[in-house]
C-alpha cells in the first residue's frame, strides 16, 4: 500500500496541478468501503437501452482514449437505478495503470483493479446540452466498470483494434455502430453515491454508479492501452498510462448498494 500511494504522488500534471486545489464537499473517486455501505431497497434495477448506430468516433484526447456518441436525441439512455428521469449516453472512456497492480479510479475496501470503464451521460431534462450539464447538481451520471485480468474481451477487442490509429493526442477515427452494452457485466449489483468529475473543471455534478463485479480482459488488451501516448506527434513520446486521479476523502457521504 506504501509503495502505490508513493508512485500516486508522481502522476501526469494534469493531475499534480489540483491535487489539493479543489476544496470540494463530493469529490471523485473514493474507496467504496463494502461494509459502511448502505442497501437501499427503494433502489431499481438500472436500465440500459444504447443505440450502437449513435456511435461516432474514437479519440485520444491526452489524458484517455474516448468514444463518442451521437446525443442530439434521446437514443442512447439509461435510467431507473437511482434517476429521476433518463440520461443521454455522451461519451465512454477509461483510466489504467502502468501494470496490473493498479489503474483503476475507485476502489472497493481497498482494492484496486488496472483499469476503469466511465460511461459519462447528462441529464436532458434539466439541461440543453452536456456542457451546461455539467454546472448543474445532478446534471451527469458516470457509470463505473472495473476491469480485471482473466479471459480475452471479444467486444472490447473491436475497440483495441481501432486504438494503433489514435496512439497520439488529438488524434481521431471514425468508429460507427459499438454497443457499449456488452462491456457491461451481467450481475445487475451497483453502489451509488454524490461525487464529481475525475478530471478538471472536477465540477459536483455526477450521481456515480458503479457496479460491483468486474468485467475480465486479458493482459493483451491492457498492453494495448499502454501502447497509447499522452503525447502529440512530434513531440518526445511519453506513454499513456496512470491516467487516474487519487483517492478524495468521502467526508459527509453515504454509498449506497442495489444489493443487501
Ligand atoms: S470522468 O468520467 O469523471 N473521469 C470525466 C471527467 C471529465 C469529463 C468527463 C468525464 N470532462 C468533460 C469535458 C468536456 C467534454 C466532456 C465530454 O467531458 O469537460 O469538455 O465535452 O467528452
Ligand atoms: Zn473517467
New binding site residues.
Partial sequence: ACSSYRLRDALHPLWQSELTVSGGTRQ?PINIQWRDSVYDPHLKPLKIHYDPTTCLYVWN?GY?F?V?FDDSADKSVIMGGPLENHYRL??F?F?WGAINEWGS?HMVDSKVYPAEL?L?HWNPVTSTS??EA?MENNG?V?IGVFLKLGAHHAGLQKLVDALPAVRHKDAIVEFDVFDPCCLMPSCPDYWTYDG??????LTES?TWIIKKTPIEVDQNQLEEFRMLLFTSAGEEEKRMVDNF?PLQPLMNRTVRSSFR
Avoid: A, G, M, Y
Fill in positions: 471523485s484526447n484517455s474516448q463518442e455522451k461519451q472512456h483510466h479510479e466511465h459519462v452536456f456542457e455539467i451527469l458516470v464529481s468529475l475525475t478530471t478538471p473543471p455526477v486521479r
